[in-house]
């Protein structure tokens, strides 16, 4: 066993010499994609508030938005839709990869390792001009649904379906995870789910995205390291975790009981708290309403009635609001999608979002090299290894 080692004493290791623990409030870059503003609660696309895109745009228009900086035109959209379409197929090799997958891979593993591979069978992947980079965004968000649908049907023992191109991008999402054509609720539903996880300033998963790209790395390594740090319970995985919980409670009476048990062992609750909102969290709101609209039609509430009194019972006993991730547990479970698909389509749709930071780091690159402050163990001799 090692000998703790005393810090150098003649070190500075007053707080002040770390900016702030896990970079939190530290300004790493300019961007002019997105603005979220914790003490308002405000979501900027940009420019373009959350609350009107979520009741009047659709993903095709956001994902433009956020590609090139501004909403399209008629003749824009039609060949932005026409290129999505174009690649909605991927390739079989991936499809086959998919297939040879050990059935318990956690979904997010096999879409990281999915999404990595495509790059072997895109021919302008190294190609980190701006107009092949533009294209390569289009190519993943097209495929990533392609993808993220082929892994939730075979982890259920179903071949992958096909896409079609006569669907809207949520529309031929949803069929390609059913296999059926979507309801237009449903198709909806899925459509804002989409617009409003596209895009979130520099979180975790976009933050890791750019420091790939900075070192001019291509887009597919900047993608794949985004799945990697997006998977972690602490940022995308929480919505699975909000599924087990609401399963685990089980009844609204269970609520609070549940919830000053996890408070007394200081356990954490999964949906509540964000590193920026300070209020609410301006996305779950559509997605609570979503949900409570999806729980009549199915005719099964249950999970939204404990979500609420869940929601009531946290923020009276931490003082923290639910995130994106909490009301977006109950509803893609009304959508039919399984607990541990819920991050996959997370990154289906925050795809986006990436792909936009990568294009503006790229286009004024500079390293991503923060500095560190050392208080190891002061410089010592090197031990033989017998006088150790
Ligand atoms: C999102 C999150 C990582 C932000 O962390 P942060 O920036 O450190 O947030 P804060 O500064 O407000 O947290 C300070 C303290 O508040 C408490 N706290 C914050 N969120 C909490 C939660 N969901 N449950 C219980 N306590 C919480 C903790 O004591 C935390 O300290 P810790 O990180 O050392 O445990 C954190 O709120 C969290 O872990 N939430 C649960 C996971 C989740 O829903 N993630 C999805 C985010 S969209």
Redesign the pocket.
Same mark, same amino acid.
């Given at each position: 066993m090692t000998a703790a080692v005393a810090p150098d004493a003649d070190k500075d290791h007053s707080a002040d010499k770390i900016a702030a623990r896990?970079l !939190?409030g530290v300004v790493a870059a300019d961007t002019t994609i997105c603005d979220v503003d914790g003490e308002l609660g405000k979501l900027i696309y940009r420019g373009y508030n959350i609350h009107e895109l979520a009741t009047q745009s659709t993903f095709e228009e956001t994902a433009y938005l956020l590609f090139k900086g501004e909403l399209p035109n008629d003749a824009q959209l039609a060949d932005f839709n026409r290129q999505l379409v174009h690649h909605r197929q991927v390739e079989p090799q991936v499809l086959d990869f998919l297939r040879s997958l050990p059935k318990d891979t956690p979904p997010m593993t096999a879409l990281r390792s999915a999404v990595s591979m495509s790059a072997a069978y895109d021919p302008i992947a190294e190609d980190e001009s701006p107009a092949a980079n533009f294209e390569k965004s289009i190519r993943l968000t097209a495929e990533m649904t392609t993808i993220v649908a082929a892994i939730r049907r075979l982890s259920a023992g179903l071949e992958p379906v096909a896409p079609r191109s006569d669907l809207s991008h949520a529309g031929n999402f949803m069929y390609m995870l059913n296999g059926t054509a979507p309801s237009a609720d449903a198709e909806k539903a899925m459509d804002l789910i989409l617009i409003l996880h596209a895009e979130h300033g520099l @979180?975790a998963s976009t933050f890791a995205a750019r420091v790939i790209a900075a070192t001019l790395s291509d887009l597919y390594s900047a993608i794949t390291g985004a799945i990697g740090a997006l998977k972690g319970?602490? *940022? /995308?995985g $929480? @919505?699975t975790? &909000?599924l087990k919980t609401l399963f685990e409670i089980g009844s609204v009476e269970n609520v609070v009981p549940w919830v000053d048990a #996890?408070r007394a062992k !200081?356990? !954490? +609750?999964?949906? +509540? /708290? *964000? $590193?920026v909102y300070q209020v609410e =969290?301006p996305r779950a709101v559509h997605l609570k309403e979503l949900s409570r609209r999806l729980g009549i039609e199915t005719g099964d509430s249950k999970l939204y009635d404990i979500s609420i009194a869940m929601e009531q019972a &946290?923020k009276a006993s931490?003082k923290?609001n639910c @995130? #994106? =991730? +909490?009301y977006s547990a109950s509803l893609q479970h009304y959508m039919g999608i399984p607990g541990d698909m819920f991050t996959c389509v997370f990154a289906a749709s925050r795809i986006v979002g990436w792909c936009a930071h990568v294009l503006e780091q790229v286009s004024d690159n500079k390293i991503i090299r923060p500095s560190s402050n050392y208080i190891g163990a002061p410089e010592r001799n090197y031990k033989a290894i017998g006088t150790r």
């Open positions: 896990g !939190k @979180n319970p602490l *940022h /995308g $929480a @919505n975790e &909000v #996890v !200081k356990g !954490k +609750f999964m949906g +509540f /708290g *964000h $590193a =969290d &946290v931490i923290k @995130n #994106v =991730d +909490f």
